[in-house]
């Protein structure tokens, strides 16, 4: 028992010394990381305070030093207007002294007395201009109170005044003369005013000429008859082609197609064959590209650049005659059906955009092709444009595997629901 007893003190004192040991190693740790961050710390803070300090001292000194310059200035200022006042009153003494001369008393041997020469009033209005200064007046009178005749100081305040009086009259004159420009320039602008008239700058007569423009919307559906329309879109695969067209032969039905233009120059015999048949071959753009994205030049690209192509494989005369009888663009994936841009330049290129009101690629395909066979997909894709079609409906197929395996089937339950399959012109047509 002892034995057993010490053995486990043992192991408990080892397990505390491993603690201890881990706690000294983690407590000096966190000391060392704490002290680091302290110090630190304590240096940012301190590098702050010294630029701050360098900033302060920078700008007191700037200021001291302008204020330094700008007394500095105005000492000289001070300096030179009492140096020009003493030399002023120096020499109005001197003149007053040499007034007072005893040369002027003298006796001549004649008898009679020598006066000085009179002084002319210009020579005095000239030696008296510098004392006329504002900054000098209050001191150079101050100076020259003993020295100065009372005759002096009329005849600066009178050569004074009148120079003001003369400033002030130019100065009152002229305004009147500045309302005389004022009023016949207003009555000049008021007589020119009439002449001219508004001019309207391009800009604006070509966004008044995009308002008053009645943009076509995209036409979805036709009269409640009993007519469809079917229209077939792409034109990837040659085979679904040829097979749609000897079902349409066989039940001598015409129908509308929408062929990309990039696509015309790879199957030309198919395209010239189902001209030929009565079929009609439409704008869909040069690469199917989504409108949407694009800017007006490339939309206006991408619908013209399809022409281009329809004039290489089936010549100008069928693009002639499309444009005139059937100018209809449908928009690739619907992108833009609704957008008044795209209709506008479909429209400025000479297009009705067409849409529809039922199709196949959205409502079943999309959802049916990860988990179910052609077969399945395509026997839905025959119930559905079957059962929803009505009196007046364009609709959507397209050349592939699903829409194209029922076709036959297709255009049986059509015409057994009492509708007639006809183009796109002769469904709008009717009404």
């Known amino acids: ?74 000492q000289k200022i001070t300096f030179s207007a009492k140096t020009t006042g003493e030399e002023a009153a120096e020499n109005g003494l001197q003149a007053s002294a040499d007034d007072l001369s005893p040369d002027t008393g003298k006796n001549t041997s004649d008898g009679n007395k020598t006066e000085a020469p009179p002084v002319k009033e210009s020579e005095n209005k000239q030696e008296n201009k510098p004392e006329s200064k504002p900054e000098d007046k209050q001191e150079s009178k101050s100076e020259n109170k003993p020295g100065n005749k ?28 500045n309302k005389d420009t004022d009023k016949n320039s207003s009555n000049k602008q008021a007589e020119k005013k009439p002449d001219k008239k508004p001019e309207v700058k391009n800009d604006d007569k070509a966004q008044t000429a995009k308002k008053a423009k ?48 990039s696509v015309l120059d790879d199957y030309p015999q198919v395209w010239k064959r189902a001209i030929n048949e009565g079929h009609q071959i439409c704008n869909h753009t040069l690469n199917h590209a989504t409108l949407t994205k694009l800017s007006d030049q490339q939309v206006k690209n991408e619908i013209l650049g399809w022409e281009t192509c329809v004039k290489k494989v089936l010549g100008e005369e069928y693009l002639n005659r499309m444009k005139s009888e059937f100018p209809y663009l449908r928009l690739p994936g619907g992108n833009g059906n609704k957008e008044d841009r795209i209709l506008s330049i479909a429209q400025d ?26 077969n399945e997909i395509a026997k839905k894709i025959q119930q559905h444009v079957v ?12 050349f592939n595997q699903y829409d194209i395996a029922n076709i036959e089937e297709i255009v049986a339950g059509i015409k057994n629901r009492g509708y007639s399959i006809v183009t796109v012109t002769e469904l709008l047509s009717k009404k």
């Open 1 to 74: 028992m002892l034995k057993k007893i010490l053995h486990r003190l043992n192991i408990y004192e080892k397990y505390n010394r491993l603690i201890t040991e881990e706690g000294k190693r983690i407590f000096i740790r966190t000391v060392y990381t704490l002290s680091i961050c302290t110090v630190a710390i304590i240096l940012i803070w301190y590098c702050g305070i010294v630029n701050m300090a360098s900033k302060n001292q920078i700008g007191f000194i700037h200021d001291g030093f302008l204020k330094n310059t700008v007394q500095s200035s105005n």
């Open 150 to 177: 009372p005759a002096d100081k009329p005849e600066n305040k009178t050569e004074s005044k009148p120079e003001t009086g003369k400033n002030d009259k130019n100065t009152q004159v002229q305004p009147e003369k």
């Open 214 to 261: 009645v943009v076509q919307k995209t036409i979805f559906k036709g009269a409640k008859t009993s007519y469809v329309a079917l229209t077939f879109d792409d034109g990837y695969n040659e085979k679904t082609i040829i097979k749609t067209l000897d079902v349409l032969k066989k039940n001598n039905i015409k129908a509308t197609f929408f062929i990309i233009g």
């Open 349 to 374: 290129c000479g297009y009705q955009v067409i849409g529809w009101n039922l199709e196949t690629y959205n409502s079943v395909i999309s959802r049916m092709r990860k988990n179910y066979s052609t």
């Open 387 to 398: 059962n929803n079609c009505t009196g007046g409906s364009i609709i959507l197929l397209h």
